[in-house]
């Protein structure tokens, strides 16, 4: 995969798309907030959402007490947006970065990834993303990852995805990981499509 040109692709996005237009707006990401809370993962604690984007899920968490959260997109036009919004004292951090190649310099307890994984269709870009989240991710912590099911679209944004459901996210992770619980939901989108999304949450051994 190219950093360049997928940064370009979702600059081009962001830039000339509003929040609520695009397919996975969330208004409230109420699912998203719940498997969180069930994670047992403490407020203090350093959270990050991969690929979060534009979305609200940070500010949410920080509204409900978390005070260490961090949003990683690929898209430094996300980013800024979402930097925009926050107040000067907002303690949200905002990293501009690609996951396959980002190395983290510190650990989390929580990884959130709702939009990513699954535009990784090589197995290079997919092993990449497993090394990212080996080093981001402190032994014990968890992950939080959703994907298109494998009744989802088979594209999306224009690009072609890769779909998993629960055996599959499992093999893909490896023996470094156990699934906790596992989901099937629909996402609908703000023009009303249905979109079938698997969601797991697995605890670093």
Same mark, same amino acid.
């Given at each position: 995969?190219?950093?360049s040109?997928?940064?370009?692709?979702?600059?081009?996005?962001?830039?000339?798309?509003?929040?609520?237009?695009?397919?996975?707006?969330?208004? $409230?990401? =109420?699912?998203?907030?719940? @498997?969180? /809370? &069930?994670?047992?993962? !403490?407020?203090?604690?350093?959270? #990050? *959402?991969?690929?979060?984007?534009?979305?609200?899920?940070?500010?949410?968490?920080?509204a409900?007490?978390?005070?260490?959260?961090?949003?990683?997109?690929? $898209?430094? =036009?996300?980013i800024?947006? @979402?930097? /925009? &919004?926050?107040?000067? !004292?907002?303690?949200?951090?905002? #990293? *501009?970065?690609?996951?396959?190649?980002?190395?983290?310099?510190?650990?989390?307890?929580?990884?959130?990834?709702?939009?990513?994984?699954?535009?990784?269709?090589?197995? =290079?870009?997919?092993?990449?993303?497993?090394?990212t989240?080996?080093?981001?991710?402190?032994?014990?912590?968890?992950?939080?990852?959703?994907?298109?099911?494998?009744t989802?679209?088979?594209?999306?944004?224009g690009?072609?995805?890769?779909?998993?459901?629960?055996?599959e996210?499992?093999?893909?992770?490896?023996?470094d990981?156990?699934?906790?619980?596992?989901?099937m939901?629909?996402?609908?989108?703000?023009?009303?499509a249905?979109?079938?999304?698997?969601?797991?949450?697995?605890?670093?051994?």
């Open positions: 995969m190219s950093s040109s997928d940064t370009e692709h979702w600059d081009a996005v962001y830039g000339v798309k509003a929040e609520d237009e695009l397919s996975w707006f969330e208004a $409230s990401p =109420e699912r998203s907030l719940a @498997l969180i /809370a &069930r994670s047992g993962v !403490d407020k203090a604690a350093p959270v #990050i *959402d991969v690929g979060g984007g534009v979305s609200r899920l940070a500010e949410h968490l920080l409900s007490g978390y005070s260490d959260v961090s949003v990683l997109d690929i $898209s430094g =036009e996300a800024r947006q @979402l930097l /925009a &919004r926050q107040t000067p !004292d907002s303690p949200l951090q905002g #990293i *501009d970065a690609d996951v396959t190649t980002w190395r983290p310099d510190r650990r989390y307890r929580l990884w959130h990834d709702r939009a990513v994984l699954h535009f990784l269709i090589t197995d =290079e870009a997919r092993e990449a993303y497993r090394r989240l080996l080093a981001a991710l402190a032994p014990g912590g968890q992950a939080i990852i959703a994907t298109f099911a494998p989802g679209p088979e594209r999306c944004s690009l072609p995805v890769r779909r998993y459901g629960a055996s996210l499992a093999a893909f992770l490896g023996p990981f156990k699934l906790i619980e596992s989901l939901f629909d996402h609908v989108t703000p023009w009303g249905a979109q079938h999304f698997h969601v797991g949450r697995f605890r670093r051994n």
